[in-house]
């Protein structure tokens, strides 16, 4: 049972450049999310998906984008990366319902240069 | 003001000793609270959950939470120098959205 998938787990990218960051997940959850992880600042939101063919901004937003594709995967897209972007990105999973726990992915260190 | 904030520490506690974490929100429409713990370089793993008013525990750990006050903590009692870590707080909405708090690194000295 792999849980929550993320691939690549690192990443380098120069300014401009863009990529696409996947996760997939196999314990059939409706809501998954999308996080970056700074030095001091937790996991902020960047985007989530409640559940399948609907996706929401989280905290940070801008310069990213993502799609659903399917209940299972979840992808984060940077158009054109910037050196602020360089972070760890984490993937998450979760039920809808209250009280149950997010399962995390490995993370991605991304740095753009 | 952040949605979520935990102090960011660290917070030094000698080995045996109880460690005290607080967390606050801003929804008041929050339905559930997660704790997470962090190692260095790791994912998130989690802790505990609560979503009623009072205590609830769990081995050496009680997390707290008061709804009027929108305020959730997390106690961990015998520590151990394993216990350290960043303790991250998460607090869930209706509609699934799931927020975090900048953290507490904690450390526990042998």
């Known amino acids: 049972n792999a849980g929550v998938t993320q691939t690549p787990k690192f990443q380098v990218l120069k300014t401009g450049q863009s990529m696409t960051l996947q996760c997939a997940q196999d314990?059939?959850?409706?809501?998954m999310y999308w996080y970056r992880q700074d030095p001091g600042m937790g996991l902020r939101l960047i985007y989530y998906?409640?559940?399948?063919?609907?996706?929401d901004k989280g905290e940070v937003p801008n310069g990213y984008n993502v799609s659903r594709l399917n209940k299972r995967e979840f992808s984060l897209r940077l158009e054109s990366a910037a050196p602020s972007q360089t972070s760890v990105y984490f993937c998450a999973s979760s039920e809808l319902t209250v009280g149950t726990e997010a399962f995390f992915g490995q993370g991605t260190r991304l740095t753009v240069v | 003001q952040k949605e979520v904030e935990q102090n960011s520490g660290p917070l030094s506690v000698p080995e045996g000793a109880i460690a005290s974490l607080n967390c606050t929100y801003s929804?008041?429409?929050?339905?559930?609270f997660f704790w997470y713990r962090q190692y260095s370089g790791k994912s998130p793993e989690l802790i505990m959950f609560?979503?009623?008013?009072g205590d609830k525990e769990d081995g050496r750990f009680t997390a707290q939470l008061n709804k009027a006050s929108q305020y959730v903590s997390l106690l961990i009692r015998d520590s151990q120098p394993s216990d350290s870590a960043t303790y991250l707080c998460?607090?869930?909405?209706?509609?699934?959205?799931?927020?975090f708090g900048q953290g507490t690194e904690l450390s526990v000295k042998p």
């Open positions: 314990m059939n959850h409706n809501s």
């Open positions: 609560i979503y009623s008013n």
């Open positions: 998906s409640a559940s399948e063919g609907t996706t």
């Open positions: 929804d008041r429409g929050s339905q559930s």
């Open positions: 998460a607090v869930k909405s209706w509609g699934g959205k799931l927020i």
